[in-house]
């Protein structure tokens, strides 16, 4: 949750890949 | 055959010493590995820090039983010596240090804001946080309004040249005062340049530097940390290849204390703001 929480807060591609990840 | 005994006799005295040495060598280094593990658990043992705004949340108003409680408390501030360690100060920390919204919704909120101006207004001004034996003087600076002294106090800790160990297990406290000073916001920027010069992925005081990089210089920080991100993952991906080429198929390539290291450095990232944007990738390669 913490990378998942990580990318939400940068946002852009980082939040795309986190949507994509099974764990998030 | 007088000679040959002399012989057998200096030859089996060498032998002896030789095996004595052996034994000794081998305690030795066993100790020197005990030596080094104890000081990688003080220094990188403790699990991930839980920046703030991971700890607060939704909380219910506080009742009035609470309130005359947290005046029963804050009363003690006239009855207890502040210049010196004493029991009443330090159960006052420990009180209002407390995580009140840790239950998440059904919790209680935090004591009124007035307490915590009050308690900074006595205490940062004696030079407190110092050498802290546990952990709730710090968690109490991250209540406290933010301020440079306040800030001052925190460096002389965050960047202290030798490990604060606290609790049982003897953690050190540094990595924490770093995470502290970097939610000091603009008052914490005088660290920034140190900070940034001490990015490392692979310890916790690298990491929480990192945290503290960001929330100072942040532009400055983000091409670091993901410098830093990059090194994990290419590890990462040399030692799964590795693995692969003696076992094959996919293996758990990151140890537990890489990924701690890990979700620190993605943290350090996202503290960094609009300016991590630009430099995501290799967070979006970790997944």
């Not at chain 2, 055959?1 to 034994?23: D, P, S």
């Not at chain 2, 709730?136 to 460096?155: F, K």
């Not at chain 2, 049982?168 to 995470?179: C, G, H, K, Q, V």
């Not at chain 2, 942040?218 to 692969?244: F, G, H, S, V, Y």
């Amino acid at each position: 949750t913490y990378l998942c929480a990580a990318a939400d807060r940068i946002g852009g591609r980082a939040a795309v890949a986190a949507s994509r990840a099974s764990f998030c | 055959r007088e000679r040959f005994r002399k012989v057998a006799r200096a030859g089996c005295l060498v032998l002896l010493i030789a095996a004595g040495c052996a034994v000794l060598w081998g305690v030795l280094e066993l100790r020197k590995h005990q030596r080094r593990d104890a000081a990688d658990r003080t220094l990188n043992g403790e699990g991930v820090i839980s920046p703030s705004w991971r700890v607060s949340g939704d909380c219910r108003p506080r009742t009035t039983a609470e309130r005359s409680r947290d005046e029963a408390v804050a009363d003690l501030l006239h009855h207890f010596d502040h210049q010196r360690v004493n029991p009443g100060l330090g159960y006052k920390e420990q009180y209002f240090a407390w995580r009140w919204r840790i239950a998440g919704s059904s919790g209680s909120c935090s004591p009124s804001p007035e307490h915590y101006r009050r308690l900074a207004g006595v205490l940062v001004p004696l030079g407190w946080p110092k050498l802290p034996t546990d952990r709730s003087d710090l968690e109490l600076t991250r209540r406290l309004p933010p301020s440079p002294a306040l800030a001052r106090n925190l460096a002389e800790l965050a960047f202290a040249s030798h490990p604060l160990p606290f609790g049982p297990l003897e953690y050190d406290n540094r990595p924490f005062a770093r995470i502290m000073l970097a939610e000091q916001g603009r008052f914490a920027r005088p660290w920034g340049r140190r900070a940034l010069t001490e990015i490392a992925p692979d310890t916790k005081l690298g990491t929480s530097a990192a945290t503290l990089a960001a929330a100072t210089v942040p532009q400055q920080a983000a091409p670091r940390i993901a410098a830093a991100l990059t090194a994990m993952t290419q590890e990462a991906d040399r030692r799964r290849k590795r693995i692969e080429g003696l076992k094959g198929g996919p293996h758990i390539v990151y140890q537990l204390r890489d990924g701690e290291r890990l979700f620190e450095l993605a943290d350090a990232l996202a503290t960094a703001g609009p300016a991590a944007e630009p430099h995501a990738e290799p967070l979006g390669q970790t997944f």
